[in-house]
């Protein structure tokens, strides 16, 4: 209660933000933590200072602390003034409390400005500190600033990462080690001829050793381009030429090298997450910058071209509007061809026939709805030859087809044959009267008997089927299980003959239909048998 009345009387509030303890605020406290975060009550308690809003800071002139207390902001203590400053708005610089002249100012080890943006403050200790330049891969190693990937630090002292491991020992500190590189479980080792296994350090098998002229390395650090050992972390390689580019200390991590008319160049390969633009590499030219839609090509103006208008082939030959026009690549190629009219073939072999149609035979296009590839050659189908070539999907059975087929039977019933295709065909008559004839066996009909249904075998005569050639059916397979209707009966050595192919249609009303097409007989069935 005593503490709490003093508070409130003695603290003044500033316009600044921050408030100050004016001078009945000053109390001597039996401690206050050197950094200002603990303080103690009178009774001997100890809180943290700032969960009550408060910071304890210590006069050096006047040898007391000084219990302090802030609203807002990130303050700290300005050493032996016994006052403390907000960080956001103030430094605090030889004992004094001043007003930034810019939001990135501050001062290292209270003694010296820099600029955060582009300085680096690395402290000894509370009193001294040194200012760098910045440098994005910079770390500080007490109060110097280590910007070489090779070094690092080890608890104040520098070290080559190349040649020493500094891994923790048992007692919680670090210690370097000689002849080690990395740290297993913090035990040192070798990762040039070691691993960190699951159960500790291990011996690498000789194989998996990479040796670069003679000289073992670990490719997590290092690489052997062209003769030379070389650490991944301030060198990249064109492998092309084997040469050796230093990366650049500041700005964006470089990745890659480029060669250009005169001399190789480090780049950033990735996309820059601020423009959405990258940068690409023409061997032997130089560097481009894309924007997301672009891409390079040799023959485009400026080696780059917008892939949603104009069209590159093998980055290489530039078609203007090319996109637009809905062309496209060949394959492997770099001719572009127009896929509604056209089919590319391996080495650019462009043939005027749609890509639904166009097939290629070795490297040759050919039309596949009027010939074949048969071993190697292009071959015309005989009945493109014939003047009608052969498309399968002619054969399918229509609706209307259907219906017409369904009234039949309601109307006088229909012949209905279950029966296996035996043999190849044999083919009858010249040009286009030329006809097929499939031998059948094992033929049932479907018969109504009283008010069964049964599948009586028709035995004693040799059945056969005929069909014109060129039309459907086209192609009975050999053993496979068909069911026929026919409003004809089968007549033994004439057989039946058939206008419609194995799944169809129907020129009188005889139709086929092969078993193990399940899904189309039960669609067949319905439409066969329905009522509509
Ligand atoms: C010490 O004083 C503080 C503030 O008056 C009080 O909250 C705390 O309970 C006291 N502690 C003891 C042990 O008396
Ligand atoms: C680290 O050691 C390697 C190997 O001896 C040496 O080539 C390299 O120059 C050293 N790096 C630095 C920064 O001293
Ligand atoms: C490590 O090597 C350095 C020189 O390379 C040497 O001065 C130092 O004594 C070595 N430390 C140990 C523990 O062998």
């Not at 090779?150 to 080559?160: E, R, S, T």
């Not at 780049?267 to 894309?290: F, H, N, P, T």
Request: hydrophobic content about 25%; aromatic content about 10%; charged content about 25%.
């Amino acid at each position: 209660m005593v503490f709490n009345t003093f508070l409130v009387g003695a603290i003044i509030i500033l316009n600044e933000g921050f408030t100050q303890a004016g001078p009945t605020g000053i109390i001597t406290l039996p401690e206050c933590n050197r950094n200002g975060r603990f303080c103690t009550y009178r009774n001997g308690t100890i809180f943290v200072c700032e969960s009550k809003g408060l910071q304890c800071c210590w006069n050096q002139k006047r040898s007391t602390h000084q219990i302090i207390t802030f609203t807002r902001g990130h303050y700290e203590c300005c050493p032996e003034t016994g006052t403390n400053y907000n960080m956001h708005t103030h430094i605090c610089l030889n004992g004094q409390i001043l007003k930034k002249s810019r939001d990135s100012e501050s001062a290292c080890a209270f003694t010296q400005r820099y600029d955060t943006n582009t300085e680096k403050c690395c402290l000894k200790n509370e009193k001294y500190g040194q200012v760098h330049f910045k440098n994005p891969s910079g770390i500080c190693c007490n109060e110097k600033y280590l910007t070489d990937p090779q070094l690092d630090c080890c608890q104040g002292v520098i070290y080559n990462v190349t040649k020493q491991a500094c891994c923790k020992s048992g007692d919680g500190d670090y210690t370097l080690h000689n002849n080690s590189n990395a740290c297993c479980l913090n035990v040192p080792y070798n990762s040039a001829v070691q691993y960190c296994g699951d159960h500790g350090v291990q011996e690498k098998d000789q194989t998996e050793i990479r040796q670069c002229n003679g000289t073992p390395y670990d490719p997590t650090w290092h690489m052997c381009c062209g003769d030379t050992l070389a650490d991944t972390r301030t060198h990249l390689c064109h492998w092309i030429t084997g040469r050796l580019v230093l990366k650049p200390s500041y700005g964006i991590h470089h990745d890659k090298v480029c060669r250009t008319r005169h001399t190789l160049v480090s780049y950033y390969s990735g996309i820059s997450d601020r423009s959405g633009e990258r940068q690409v590499c023409i061997d032997g030219v130089g560097l481009v910058m894309l924007a997301q839609d672009e891409n390079i090509c040799y023959e485009a103006p400026n080696y780059k071209y917008n892939t949603n208008i104009h069209l590159c082939c093998g980055k290489e030959k530039f078609y203007e509007l090319g996109m637009r026009d809905g062309k496209q690549c060949c394959k492997n190629g770099v001719f572009a061809y127009n896929p509604s009219i056209e089919t590319c073939c391996p080495n650019d072999q462009i043939i005027a026939v749609p890509e639904q149609y166009g097939r290629c035979c070795g490297m040759a296009g050919y039309d596949s709805r009027t010939h074949t590839c048969k071993d190697g050659e292009i071959v015309e189908d005989e009945c493109a030859a014939m003047g009608k070539p052969f498309q399968l999907e002619d054969c399918t059975i229509s609706d209307q087809q259907l219906l017409d087929f369904n009234q039949k039977f309601h109307r006088s019933g229909l012949y209905v044959y279950f029966a296996t295709v035996h043999g190849p065909p044999t083919e009858k008559g010249r040009g286009k009267r030329k006809v097929r004839k499939w031998k059948l066996e094992n033929v049932e009909q479907l018969k109504n008997k009283g008010k069964k249904m049964t599948l009586v075998p028709s035995k004693g005569k040799k059945f056969s089927v005929t069909a014109k050639k060129c039309q459907c059916p086209y192609e009975l397979v050999t053993g496979e299980r068909y069911i026929f209707w026919s409003e004809k009966k089968f007549k033994g050595r004439k057989g039946l003959i058939l206008n419609a192919m194995q799944t169809g249609y129907i020129k009188s009303f005889d139709a086929v239909m092969p078993i193990s097409k399940a899904d189309y007989l039960s669609q067949f069935f319905d439409r066969l048998f329905g009522t509509e």
